[in-house]
C-alpha cells in the first residue's frame, strides 16, 4: 500500500526555519516525481515544489522567492523540504504528493506550519 | 503570473447535472495543459477526479467526466449525489509552473 507520511510541522517563529519530512511506504521514491503542496486554513491549494524522478530537475513556485529547498534522500526513501525565512503567510499543512502520468495520485495528510510570534 | 480561475462556489440538486470550468487568465487551455481536478472534503487530503483532461482513475464514479469546453478545461459531474458536496480545485501544467486553481464550493441542495 502506497503511504506518505509527513512530519517536521510546528509552531515557529517568523523569520525561524522547519525541516519538513516525508516519510514513504509502498513505492520507492527514487522512481516517481514528487511535489509539495500546502494549504493555508480556510484556503485553496498551493504548489510549491517538485522533483523529477531522476533528482533533477527541481523546481519552485516563483512566490517563494528562494526561500524553500527540496531535497530527497533515496536510503530512507523520504522527501525534504527546508522552508526558510518563515513569514505569517506560509502558515499552512504541507502535503507531500506522488505524480503518476501528470496525476497526483497519492496524498500524505499533511504536516501543519504556524507562523506566529 | 500565471492564474487559474474557477468559480468561487456552485450548487445543483440532487440528481441533476453541473459543470464546473477551469481558465486561465491570459490565453487558454488546452490538453497540453494537462488538466486535473481534485476533490476535497473538510479535513481530508484531496482526491485525483480526473487527470490529463479527461482520464478517471479506478474507483472515482463514472459520473464525473472531464473535457475541454471552449478555452476552459471542464468537469462535469452527471446525476450528482449529496455525498458531491465538496470543495474542488483543477490544477494545470502551464510551461514550466504548475498551478492551482482557487477552486469551487459545491452544494447540493
Known amino acids: 500500500e502506497v503511504q506518505l507520511v509527513e512530519s517536521g510541522g510546528g509552531l515557529v517563529q517568523p523569520g525561524g526555519s522547519l525541516r519538513l519530512s516525508c516519510a514513504a511506504s509502498?513505492?520507492?521514491?527514487?522512481?516517481?516525481?514528487m511535489n509539495w503542496v500546502r494549504q493555508a486554513p480556510g484556503k485553496g491549494l498551493q504548489w510549491v515544489s517538485y522533483?523529477?524522478?531522476?533528482?533533477?530537475?527541481?523546481s519552485y513556485a516563483d512566490s517563494l522567492q528562494g526561500r524553500f529547498i527540496l531535497s530527497r534522500d533515496n536510503a530512507k526513501n523520504s522527501l525534504y523540504l527546508q522552508v526558510n525565512s518563515l513569514r505569517d503567510e506560509d502558515t499552512a499543512v504541507y502535503y507531500c504528493?506522488?505524480?503518476?502520468?501528470?496525476?497526483?495520485?497519492?496524498w500524505g495528510r499533511g504536516t501543519l506550519v504556524t507562523v506566529s510570534s | 503570473q500565471t492564474v487559474v480561475t474557477q468559480e468561487p462556489s456552485f450548487s445543483v440538486s440532487p440528481g441533476g447535472t453541473v459543470t464546473l470550468t477551469c481558465g486561465l487568465s491570459?490565453?487558454?487551455?488546452?490538453?497540453?495543459?494537462?488538466p486535473s481536478w481534485y476533490q476535497q472534503t473538510p479535513g481530508q487530503s484531496p482526491r485525483t477526479l480526473i487527470y490529463?483532461?479527461?482520464s478517471r482513475p479506478s474507483g472515482v464514479p463514472d459520473r464525473f467526466s472531464g473535457s475541454i469546453l471552449g478555452n476552459k478545461a471542464a468537469l462535469t459531474i452527471t446525476g450528482a449525489q449529496a455525498e458531491d458536496e465538496s470543495d474542488y480545485f483543477c490544477?494545470?501544467?502551464?510551461?514550466?509552473?504548475?498551478?492551482f486553481g482557487g477552486g469551487t464550493r459545491l452544494t447540493v441542495l
Open positions: 522533483i523529477d524522478s531522476s533528482g533533477t530537475p527541481i
Open positions: 490529463s483532461t479527461n
Open positions: 491570459s490565453g487558454s487551455v488546452s490538453t497540453s495543459n494537462y
Open positions: 490544477f494545470l501544467y502551464v510551461g514550466s509552473d504548475r498551478v
Open positions: 509502498g513505492f520507492r521514491i527514487s522512481r516517481y516525481e
Open positions: 504528493v506522488r505524480e503518476v502520468r501528470r496525476n497526483f495520485d497519492s
